[in-house]
């Protein structure tokens, strides 16, 4: 089933794997890299118009913690905290998306 966000999550993807080619192969053998031999699954940004969802099918509130494993750039997070009030953690292998989250928090 394709929801209406999908357009915007297939457009983020294509333009994250023709953006970020060159630095993907150089992190092809680093350990703390989604790009690296750990690695399940590349990072791939949230479609900004999925959170709201997102964060709506989850009923979160002030007294909540909300866990992300594969948190990424922490977009997510940041905006479970700013809309719902709620206490955000974060977990990711990839140092650079680590490196992101940080700077937005």
Avoid: H
Wanted: proline share 6%.
């Amino acid at each position: 089933m394709v929801d209406a966000c999908e357009w915007e999550q297939s457009a983020l993807l294509k333009e994250y794997v023709l953006t970020r080619k060159q630095e993907l192969e150089r992190y092809a053998d680093a350990d703390d890299s989604a790009a690296g031999p750990f690695s399940i699954a590349p990072f791939v940004p949230c479609a900004a118009s999925r959170i709201p969802y997102v964060l709506q099918a989850a009923r979160l509130g002030p007294d909540d913690v909300l866990w992300d494993l594969g948190c990424g750039d922490g977009i997510i997070l940041i905006e479970a905290a700013l809309r719902c009030g709620c206490r955000c953690v974060g977990l990711d292998i990839d140092a650079p998306c680590i490196a992101t989250a940080r700077e937005r928090s």
